[in-house]
């Protein structure tokens, strides 16, 4: 009888950490129509008196993902994909299941401007010869039942460029100076919903808004849609004085 009751301590104490690693992140992750996303990179670390523990998988053609087996504690997850924000997470696992499915955001937009030449008395207008096209074909209908794959983009092209003034003031008093505005580019291309970021000077930053209210692209299109993307400018004003 002892001899039993000894296994059957040494089979529970064997089984004791192997249920403790039970602890299960799964979802599906989707972009911003709706869409599934295969082949999204999901990483998960968590760090310990031992050191770093990291997992990793990629979504499948359903846009699915599950890591499992993993240890209590609280890990940090990641998902990314070209084009798209990465999306994080902290979620605390005590043995249990737990279910993130996120909806990745279009990345955000770079542009970059110089502005070196003497002050002009008015913007810099500039057109490309790039039709904008409004007549967007949409994608075709999905059967009830079937998965909608998603994550092409075309990112925007800018059709129309205006180029800001060195205002007098500032070449008056040899400010110069980076200033740093974001918005976002609506589903029929202009821009809109101005937010100053970073600015050394009111007139610098007055004169950049002006310019960056004026720009034009032509859509972002997600799936072939038109769709809203965030833009940040970055105007960097070097007069020679």
Known sequence: M???????????????????????????VADESGAVLPAVEVRAAMRDATGETTRSVVTDAKGAYSLDNLAPGTWAFSMSLPGFDTATQ??????DSQ?????????????TVSITTAP???????ESPIP?????????????????VGGSIKPPRKIVDVRPIYPPEAVAQGVNGVVILRAVIGADGFVRDITPVR???????????????GWQ??????????????ITATFNFQGSF
């Open 217 to 230: 692209f032509t859509p972002t299109l997600l799936n072939g849609v038109p769709t809203e993307t965030r």
């Open 90 to 95: 902290r979620v605390t696992l005590q043995g």
């Open 199 to 213: 600015s050394p000077d009111d007139a610098l930053m007055t004169s950049a808004i002006s310019a960056f209210n």
């Open 2 to 28: 002892t001899r039993i009751t000894l296994c059957l301590a040494l089979m529970l104490g064997v089984a004791g950490p192997a249920a403790a690693q039970s602890g299960r992140v799964y979802g599906v």
């Open 120 to 126: 002009a008395e008015a913007p810099v207008r500039r």
């Open 99 to 111: 279910q993130w499915s996120p909806t990745l955001q279009l990345g955000m937009i770079q542009e």
């Open 132 to 148: 904008f096209s409004a007549a967007i074909t949409p994608p075709p209908a999905v059967a009830p039942g079937v998965v909608r």
